[in-house]
């Protein structure tokens, strides 16, 4: 790949993979390129009578396996680019998982923190309207990311039962319990990881009282928090946009799941707890056996990797670590659990919450938690077993395990389906 973006980054992986396996080039070539990101302005009204417009992208990456499935993110910084690279990321991860899915993703560039909740409400509606013709249970399925929430779940899967008079809770997954949500979902992206972790922990050389530090700490970062803290895992360090804290002794998880519910930061939380303020960059090197970046992309690169003491990261951030950081990481002896693999726990959960929505049969939290386990174990251990066979890295693993599924899909379909002439 010759470009240094985001995407181009992505797209090594996808290079490397296919090195390790005997795949026709027409299937790289399809899996280099989105298959149609529409990108369009919502306008929308404000509380004080004026307007204002935001940018906003949905990418559907590839269908191959079925219709493409991604949650929508509400931030400033975002992109029509990360779009797509968290496009082709849901692609990877889905076939990882065997879910019956490609990859799609959207997003609106906008802080979301700066509108009342009647702006949010006017906001997510809007970008239902405007993606109504893209989305749809058996098109492209979106699901919450960052910033947003099972609330804006539900207003969006309402505004699409509006415009179409129909119900039909399986075009949006992450909804509230009350219009169809799962059981399950809120910690689903958590638990996937906590599961991963606990089933590879000998493998991984992570004993049960192992320590952790996390750096994002929301739906991702608070839950794994939780889920570690009632393993008998010590949390030691976490962060949010505005700081991070460390106790080495260990932090009182539900005191800062609390805080922050309530608004709070967490340097705001640090003398309560008893935990030092340190610079945010600071987490990433602290003495912790399990690194855990739950924010977003390109947090650890190749100026930092080499301070990073753990010996395992779990990405349940997607993209977290560059390209060039894995070198150095590798070269360290660092296991990086890859994002399309640590991650996937929230895709499964939607995965049932759709089945559920299509069947009009709800699972109890008990099967929804049996079904994930199964599902995290088999490919988790499918992806380990690839790893030490052909002597690479567990991302590598992922991609080759996820690419061989997508190449003998894609060459079903027949290559003249995508190439003309
Ligand atoms: N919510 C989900 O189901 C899934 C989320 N992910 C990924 O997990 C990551 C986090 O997503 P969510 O937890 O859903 O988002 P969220 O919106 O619930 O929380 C994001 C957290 O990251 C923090 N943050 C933002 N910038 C930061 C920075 N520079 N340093 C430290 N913390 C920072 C925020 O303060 C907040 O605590 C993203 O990469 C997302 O794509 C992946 C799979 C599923
Ligand atoms: O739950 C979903 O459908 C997608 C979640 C997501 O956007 C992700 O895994 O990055």
Same mark, same amino acid.
């Given at each position: 790949m010759s470009g240094d973006s985001l995407l181009d980054r992505a797209l090594v992986r996808l290079e490397e993979a296919a090195g390790h396996l005997q795949i026709d080039q027409d299937v790289i070539e399809k899996l280099k390129y989105p298959r149609e990101t529409t990108k369009t302005r919502l306008l929308i009204r404000m509380d004080d009578g004026s307007r204002k417009s935001f940018q906003a992208w949905r990418c559907r990456y590839d269908d191959t396996r079925g219709p493409t499935k991604g949650g929508i993110r509400f931030h400033p910084h975002s992109t029509m680019e990360e779009v797509e690279t968290l496009a082709f990321w849901m692609t990877f991860k889905c076939a990882v998982m065997n879910l019956p899915y490609g990859g799609g993703k959207g997003a609106v560039q906008v802080d979301p923190h700066s509108l009342s909740k009647s702006e949010l409400e006017r906001l997510s509606r809007a970008y239902v309207q405007a993606f109504a013709s893209t989305? +749809?249970?058996?098109r492209d399925i979106p699901a919450p990311d960052v910033y947003t929430n099972a609330m804006i779940m539900g207003w969006m899967a309402d505004e699409y039962s509006q415009i179409t008079g129909q119900v039909s809770?399986?075009?949006?997954? +992450?909804?509230p319990i009350s219009l169809g949500g799962s059981l399950g979902r809120n910690d689903a992206t958590a638990r996937g990881g906590f599961y991963l972790v606990r089933n590879l922990a000998s493998e991984l050389g992570l004993d049960r009282d192992h320590t952790v530090a996390i750096q994002g700490f929301g739906n991702a970062g608070q839950y794994y928090a939780r889920l570690a803290a009632s393993d008998r895992n010590t949390v030691i360090a976490v962060s949010d946009s505005a700081g991070a804290i460390y106790r080495p002794g260990g932090l009182d998880v539900e005191a800062l799941i609390a805080g922050k519910s309530s608004g709070r930061r967490l340097i705001d939380m640090a003398a309560d707890q008893g935990a030092h303020a340190i610079d945010a960059e600071e987490l990433l090197s602290v003495e912790a056996d399990l690194l855990v970046p739950a924010a977003l992309e390109d947090m650890i690169t190749a100026d930092n990797a080499a301070r990073i003491k753990a010996k395992v990261i779990l990405?349940?951030?997607? +993209?977290?670590?560059?390209p060039g950081a894995d070198k150095i990481l590798n070269d360290h002896g660092v296991v990086v659990l890859p994002d399309i693999l640590a991650n996937a726990g929230g895709v499964t959960v939607s995965y049932f919450e759709w089945v559920q929505n299509r069947q009009g049969f709800y699972w109890d939290l008990e099967e929804i938690h049996s079904r994930l386990l199964k599902i995290v174990e088999r490919e988790g251990r499918a992806v380990w077993s690839i790893a030490k066979e052909r002597g690479v890295s567990v991302r590598s693993a992922a991609y080759i395990h996820a690419l061989d599924r997508l190449a003998t899909a894609i060459e079903a379909h027949g290559t003249q389906s995508f190439f003309a002439g």
């Open positions: 989305i +749809g249970p058996d809770p399986a075009v949006i997954t +992450g909804k990405e349940l951030a997607n +993209g977290p670590v560059t």
